[in-house]
Structures are given as structure tokens and as C-alpha cells.
């Protein structure tokens, strides 16, 4: 079965720092990736994706994730953190030859001043 | 880019009515449209998979009869709370799918929040 698994619930950096937030996917398929970032209240804001070719991709707000197929990963970062990046992120597993996504369970970014 | 509307974006709605929420592709057609829901503080669970024209598929543990769902034309998909309770408040996304080539992805809606009183 597919899944997508988000290891760190919660994780606290301090503003400047680096950040990688992990996901790991099982899907017996070429996947398409995506990541979307979601304010408390708000909708979903895509972050980046990734359907093939170049496995580093870069998206908005100056994240990047790299697609690692040995590892199943697709793991997020950001060389540093601003104070707005608080928030919760999902990785999702689109399945091939659909328009289904499957979610991880989430990773809540907060941000110390 | 495709964009993804969806309405309203808050509805309180007293026990036992129901609510309608709509979901629009704004400058593409769907053929296929998502409804999803979100707890709070939790994931998002994919519902159902709403077809133009034909029935909606939900995924298992949903009840169909509750969750009533019509996608009438290529723009647009319904989303119907009968008889709602507060259980059933939740905050609610719907996304549809654009294929460019070989690559299909879906867009989503801003969603909205149910609260049953």
C-alpha cells in the first residue's frame, strides 16, 4: 500500500538556522512528489514538486528538496529560516496516472526568534 | 497557473441541516475532482474521488449517503453535508487534476472550515 511518513511531528529551530524536514514514501511506482506548506486556518500552498529528471529541485521561498530513490526520501530544506516560515508542512505522494495525492501526517515548524 | 476555487471559505451551519461547498477549476476543465478533509491538527484523508458525469468514488469508512457529492460539469464539483452534526465539522479541501503532457497534478482549493453548533 502507498504511504507517506513524516518521522518528526514537531521541530523547534532557531531563526537563521538550517532546516530538513524528512520524508520518506512507499509507492511501487515512480512517484511524483510534492511538498505544501499550511498556515493554522489556511489552505495549501505548494512549495515545490517533483515529477522527473533533476532530483534537487528548487521551489519558492528558497526551499529545495532532493529526490533520493535509494532511500525512498524526499527530504526539505532551507539553508536558513525567517520567522514566517512557522507553520505546518505535508509531504505528498501523487499517484501515477491520477490526480490522488497521499499525505504524510505533517511536521509543525516553529520558529525562535 | 490553474487555479482552484473554492466557496465558501467558512460556513456554520446549525445541527441536523446540511451545507453545500463548492469546488471550481477557474481557467481549466476537471474531469476529475478530490474532496479531502483535515481534522485539526491532523493530515489530510482523502474522502472521495469526484467524475463528471458519472458517480463519485469514496474511499472506504465514508459515508456516501452523508457525504453527497455532484460533479455535474467540467468546472465544477459539489460537496453536500446532509444533516450535519458536530462531528462532521472539519475543515474541508477539495483539489482537481490537470494533465500537461505525461504529468498530472492537482491543484487545491483554499478549503473550508465547517463548524456544526
Known sequence: AQSVTQPDIHITV??????????????????????????????????????SGD????????????????????????????????????????????????FGTGTRLKVLA | GAVVSQHPSRVICKSGTSVKIECRSLDFQATTMFWYRQFPKQSLMLMATSN????????????????????ASLTLSTLTVTSAHPEDSSFYICSAGRARGKDTEAFFGQGTRLTVV
Open chain 1, 14 to 51: 532557531s531563526e537563521g538556522a538550517s532546516l530538513e524536514l524528512r520524508c520518506n514514501y512507499s509507492y511501487g511506482a515512480t512517484p511524483y512528489l510534492f511538498w505544501y506548506v499550511q498556515s493554522p486556518g489556511q489552505g495549501l500552498q505548494l512549495l515545490l514538486k517533483y515529477f
Open chain 1, 55 to 102: 532530483t534537487l529541485v528548487q521551489g519558492i521561498k528558497g526551499f529545495e528538496a532532493e529526490f533520493k530513490r535509494s532511500q525512498s526520501s524526499f527530504n526539505l530544506r532551507k539553508p536558513s529560516v525567517h520567522w514566517s516560515d512557522a507553520a505546518e508542512y505535508f509531504c505528498a505522494v501523487g499517484l501515477s496516472g491520477t490526480y490522488k495525492y497521499i
Open chain 2, 52 to 71: 463528471e458525469g458519472s458517480k463519485a468514488t469514496y474511499e472506504q469508512g465514508v459515508e456516501k449517503d452523508k457525504f453527497l457529492i455532484n460533479h
